[in-house]
């Protein structure tokens, strides 16, 4: 879901916006959340400074906020009563609230496929007609109140589940896997109460490894994506790892690329390029084996095949005759999601995570601005402007500060023709490489980004980690734990509620942690978590039109040690003006819970249910009994058929 949906409902609330003009009147309010002054903190410091270290009464009480008789926060956006942490192999909502299966991998969607087939799993045609593996990010584009079309990513595939012998032995098993992979869109219609999959509906769709795209902007054309079988540098074979996503105000799909690097292999000679350990490009892969059965992903064949993933792709999901488009523009890395944002003055701006340890934040500026009126004219926008990335500036200790974008231009700051940036391709190629050299801030892997249907604040979630402490990743700022378990999310105010300016102020949310496994020390997290709420890993995270903040994990379920009480992924509702945080919803055994999208009217919500029973967990999701488990697109709505989360 992002901000342009929203724009266009009326049900926002008047008073909720009163609300949230005030907070942020008065800046980015630290200790309403987190209890803590911006003067330096260590770890005593910090939690001398929570409200309630001392007093398990009042858990629920962060500090500065409205309480109800007994002593619980009291949110005007959130009216649903919290759904315990568990374990079960199932969806767990709050009641009042229902769910169903819209789609699953496997079900067919174009003419000709069939059915899911537990015994064989699908050969690499019937795959290709068929809905693709690991549900991530994706939009639901409507055609109507009960009509609409979903455009929703798949990201990877557990060989575990998508071949009976858990193996990629043959070029077959790679096509399979290769079309297990892109995108699946799909008209989708409600009946009798229920979203379902129409099956051969005129604007289904399968993109897949294996699809023809365009690439787009300074990179186009360039000697880094050249191959032997495409000398031009303009015209790609697919897209793979679609992690999470986005959408543009002029109707278009956003699809990110993440763990490229993990599908590229060598059988032989690897080539000499010094950059490929920072994308970490390796002569073994990840395990997918493309590279043994397919030359296009083996690196001693074609040793620039990999420069053409690491993308953004445009997609019009009404069309499904149009060629994606790579728009190189947005630089090169291990995209997580990106949150358009049309600025006050008309251009756009694009937000976009790179998850890995250590990894940035950017952002992009388009030259030109964005034209309501004529959507064909904005088709150029994601090609031409500057790309950003961010340094978080703060007293050391503090949990807030301001920061800079700092611009990632050939010939400036630093990246000169002798470090190996002579053009603007040079940079976008290797824009991890740039971001060092202009000191970007090393980040605690940022995954999804998500602004505030004002448009006055944006949210990051920064998921957790391992290495915070080493490896040139100092502890301080908005990264502030070493050995980061549970993760945080970080917000950022742009200076004038302008997207374009160079300088922001920054907080954070909420710092996950778990309060009853480690009461007296920094994991325990920031006052707005409670023995009731505790998660680790947020990862996709988005606005919904009222200003609710959804939070959806990616995290450890095995619910024990410093996850105990933790249950299954789940996703979570945020109150950024009382900082509350409720639990929504709990997945299934081994699944993580990623993607969502709403139907205009707010009444059904859309999300995703990855990889139940990965690594042969023992899921059965969602069919029960003996089933194969698989991913699946859920839809959500209210038994009374009221506003999700009101
Ligand atoms: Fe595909 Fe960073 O999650
Ligand atoms: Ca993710
Ligand atoms: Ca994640």
Redesign the pocket.
């Known amino acids: 879901m992002n901000r342009f949906d929203l724009a266009e409902q009326a049900n926002h609330p008047r008073t909720q916006e009163d609300d949230f003009s005030k907070l942020v009147a008065h800046g980015l309010q630290r200790r309403r959340f987190l209890g803590v002054s911006a003067t330096a903190l260590g770890v005593t410091g910090f939690l001398g400074g929570l409200p309630f270290a001392a007093s398990a009464a009042s858990k629920h009480s962060p500090a500065g906020m409205a309480h109800n008789a007994s002593n619980a926060v009291v949110s005007p956006r959130m009216g649903f009563a919290p759904v315990a942490a568990n374990a079960a192999d199932t969806i767990t909502l709050p009641a009042g609230y229902k769910w169903d299966v819209v789609s699953s991998w496997g079900d067919p969607v174009l003419k000709g496929g069939q059915a899911f087939d537990a015994a064989t799993r699908g050969s690499a045609a019937s795959q290709a007609l068929a809905m693709g593996d690991n549900n991530?990010g994706m939009s639901f584009f409507a055609m109507g109140k009960d009509h609409g079309v979903m455009a929703v990513n798949n990201?990877y595939t557990n060989y575990e589940y998508l071949f009976t012998s858990g193996q990629c032995a043959s070029l077959e098993d790679t096509r399979k896997a290769q079309a297990a992979h892109g995108v699946t869109v799909f008209e989708v219609k409600q009946r009798g109460g229920k979203w379902q999959l129409q099956t051969g509906a005129p604007k289904n769709r399968r993109i897949t490894a294996n699809t023809t795209m365009r690439l787009s902007g300074p990179v186009a054309g360039s000697e880094w994506v050249k191959t032997k079988a495409d000398p031009t540098g303009t015209t790609v074979l697919g897209t793979f790892?679609n992690?999470?996503n986005g959408r543009t105000p002029w109707g278009t799909y956003l699809t990110c690329e993440?763990?490229f690097n993990g599908y590229f292999g060598a059988t032989a000679e690897m080539p000499a390029d010094d950059t490929f350990k920072r994308y970490g490009i390796s002569a073994k892969g990840a395990g997918y084996d493309w590279h043994k059965f397919d030359a296009r992903f083996d690196l001693s064949h074609n040793p620039t095949e990999p420069n053409r993933f690491g993308w953004v792709v445009e997609i019009d999901p009404m069309d499904p005759s149009s060629t994606p488009v790579k728009r190189t523009a947005l630089g090169r890395f291990?995209h997580?999601n990106v949150e358009i944002v049309v600025n006050k003055d008309g251009r756009v701006v694009a937000y976009m995570g790179d998850?890995e340890r250590g990894e940035h934040l950017y952002k992009f500026v388009s030259d030109a601005r964005f034209d309501a009126s004529n959507p064909s004219a904005n088709s150029s926008l994601l090609d031409d402007g500057t790309l950003y990335v961010a340094r978080f500036d703060a007293q050391q200790g503090a949990l807030d500060g301001t920061g800079e974008w700092l611009e990632l231009s050939a010939g400036k700051h630093g990246l000169t023709a002798d470090k190996g940036f002579k053009t603007q391709a040079d940079v976008l190629v290797h824009a991890r490489l740039a971001a060092t050299i202009v000191g970007a801030t090393t980040m605690d892997?940022p995954?999804w980004v998500a602004a505030h249907p004002s448009g006055k604040q944006v949210y990051v979630t920064l998921?957790n980690n391992s290495k915070r402490g080493n490896d040139g990743q100092p502890v301080g700022g908005p990264n502030p734990r070493a050995k980061n378990s549970y993760g945080q999310i970080l917000r950022w105010m742009p200076a004038g509620d302008d997207h374009a300016s160079n300088t922001f102020s920054w907080d954070l949310f909420v710092l996950a942690g778990n309060p009853v496994v480690s009461p007296t020390s920094l994991k325990r997290g920031s006052p707005n978590v409670n023995a009731d709420n505790m998660f680790n890993s947020p990862?996709g995270i988005a606005f919904d039109a009222d200003g609710r903040l959804w939070i959806q994990t990616?995290g450890k379920y095995s619910n024990t040690g410093e996850f105990a009480g933790m249950g299954n992924n789940q996703m979570l509702c945020g109150d950024p003006v009382t900082g509350e945080i409720r639990r929504f919803l709990v997945g299934p055994v081994a699944c993580e819970i990623?993607g969502f999208s709403m139907t205009p009217d707010q009444t059904t919500m859309f999300v995703g249910v990855q990889h139940p029973g990965e690594d042969l967990a023992a899921s059965h999701f969602p069919q029960g009994g003996t089933s194969v488990p698989r991913s699946s697109v859920i839809a959500i709505s209210r038994v009374d058929g009221g506003v999700i989360g009101a």
């Open positions: 991530d990201e790892n992690c999470a993440e763990n291990k997580e998850d892997r995954e998921t990862d990616d990623t």
